[in-house]
């Protein structure tokens, strides 16, 4: 705190607050595996949870700091932060950008896919005679090129804070070729929202 008085000829806790003050993020992302791809998910942080990261990034920035003196590389990445500069100001902009940047995927901070256990199988080895390949073999393509395990998605999730049941086919996958579990899914999915007495969408 002396070396922050120091450099600024101003109160070190005041300092000390406005730096964690300016790093401390408001949103963050989040990583979500749905149905075998990977969404970054834009979600909003609390005061205690978004201090606690400005604090980590702070003492992560001052730690690549030049020199063997932490207590001179900690105060000096502070000075910085106060100022609105330096490696932790970055970090926390650079996690806003990614966060705005992936509000398309914010319903899926509470997706809750279902029956992902539940995959598709060939017991009899079908054969695609115009396309010369087996059929395992295609979806295989299809699962590496769009990053879904099946055309139909399938889950739960809140809509303006309203439960809803949701089901969605995407065309891409396989022109629409439907697996061998997809209708057992979509019924479920259906006796599911009536169960829970929820929209379906």
């Not at 017991?123 to 979806?139: D, G, T």
């Not at 809509?159 to 891409?172: K, P, T, Y």
Request: net charge positive.
């Amino acid at each position: 705190m002396k070396k922050i008085q120091q450099k600024t000829k101003t109160n070190s806790l005041f300092v000390l607050r406005q730096a964690i003050r300016g790093v401390t993020p408001n949103i963050a992302v989040k990583t979500r595996h749905v149905s075998g791809s990977t969404h970054h998910v834009s979600i909003e942080i609390g005061s205690t949870q978004g201090k606690t990261l400005a604090i980590r990034w702070l003492l992560g920035a001052s730690q690549k700091c030049p020199g063997q003196n932490i207590a001179f590389k900690l105060s000096s990445e502070l000075v910085d932060a106060a100022k609105e500069s330096g490696d932790a100001i970055r970090k926390r902009e650079e996690t806003h950008r990614m966060a705005e940047a992936n509000r398309a995927f914010a319903h899926f901070r509470t997706w809750n896919p279902m029956d992902e256990d539940m995959i598709s199988m060939d017991p009899i080895k079908f054969y695609l005679k115009e396309e010369s390949e087996f059929y395992k073999n295609r979806m295989d393509s299809y699962q590496r090129k769009i990053g879904l395990t099946e055309i139909a998605q399938r889950g739960t999730s809140q809509l303006n804070g309203i439960f809803v049941a949701i089901g969605i086919m995407n065309f891409q996958f396989m022109e629409g070729s439907m697996g061998s579990v997809i209708g057992e899914k979509i019924t479920r999915l259906i006796e599911n929202a009536g169960n829970q007495l929820v929209p379906l969408i």
